[in-house]
């Protein structure tokens, strides 16, 4: 049963453009969330999170909205560069407890 | 910059041998995370740690593996035996301190290849 989803598994977008990745989960318990990226052969690093009692947070060029009602995050990215062409998961937490739960990724190309 | 580091990097074998991944959390973190990244499930949590003492391993088939923190700068995460369906990509994490939301930060995984 997979609670946190990213039902796009790639992305294309062209360099200067936004790039929208999205994610839904199930799980009302989640409170706080979290995006990472993943470069091949490496491990993730973390992105930009957000707590379920903001709807927006911004960092730089990237920026996660929050839709409790819709149980619907998603990471904007603007402009995209090509460095940005990574896996991208969403994780979410529920606050009481501890375990990590991340989606499956999306594969973001940028292209030139 | 402090980094996770994980040994090995790469580990290929035969069905049936034992295996162990080591973990080397950031100096000074508390908490210490399992995961295993597959194509179809992507990352899921095995086990996580809190000052040495395992919190939770529901996520981990318990009839062939364990994990250990023999020492606050070891995590060790075995499976015997190993079978091909074992083959992942298993990455260990560490947090910095009690919130559990804070970011975890990863090594680069152990690449396990089960023939």
């Known amino acids: 049963d997979q609670q946190v989803k990213q039902n796009s598994p790639s992305l294309s977008v062209q360099e200067g453009r936004i790039s929208i990745l999205n994610c839904d989960y199930t799980n009302s318990m989640f409170d706080y969330f979290l995006w990472y990226k993943k470069y091949p052969a490496e491990g993730p690093t973390f992105l930009i999170s957000?707590?379920?009692?903001?709807d927006k947070n911004e960092d730089g060029r990237f920026t996660v909205f929050l839709n409790k009602s819709a149980k619907h995050l998603s990471l904007h990215i603007v402009p995209s560069q090509p460095g940005d062409s990574a896996v991208y998961f969403c994780?979410?937490?529920?606050?009481?407890?501890?375990?990590?739960?991340f989606g499956t990724g999306t594969r973001l190309q940028v292209t030139l | 910059d402090a980094r996770v580091t994980q040994t090995p990097r790469h580990k290929v074998t035969e069905m049936g041998q034992e295996v162990t991944m080591r973990c080397q959390p950031i100096?000074?973190?508390?908490?210490v995370f399992w995961y295993r990244q597959t194509m179809m499930q992507g990352l899921e949590l095995l086990a996580y740690?809190?000052?040495?003492?395992?919190?939770?391993d529901s996520g981990m088939p318990k009839d062939r593996f364990s994990a250990e923190m023999p020492d606050a700068t070891l995590a060790t995460l075995k499976i015997q035996p190993s079978e091909p369906r074992d083959s992942a990509v298993y990455f260990c994490?560490?947090?910095?301190?009690?919130?559990?939301?804070?970011?975890?930060?990863f090594g680069d995984g152990t690449r396990l290849s089960i023939l």
């Open positions: 100096l000074g973190h508390n908490t």
């Open positions: 994490a560490s947090g910095p301190g009690a919130l559990d939301n804070q970011p975890q930060h």
């Open positions: 740690f809190r000052n040495r003492a395992p919190l939770d």
């Open positions: 957000i707590s379920s009692i903001k």
């Open positions: 994780a979410a937490i529920p606050g009481t407890a501890s375990k990590l739960t």
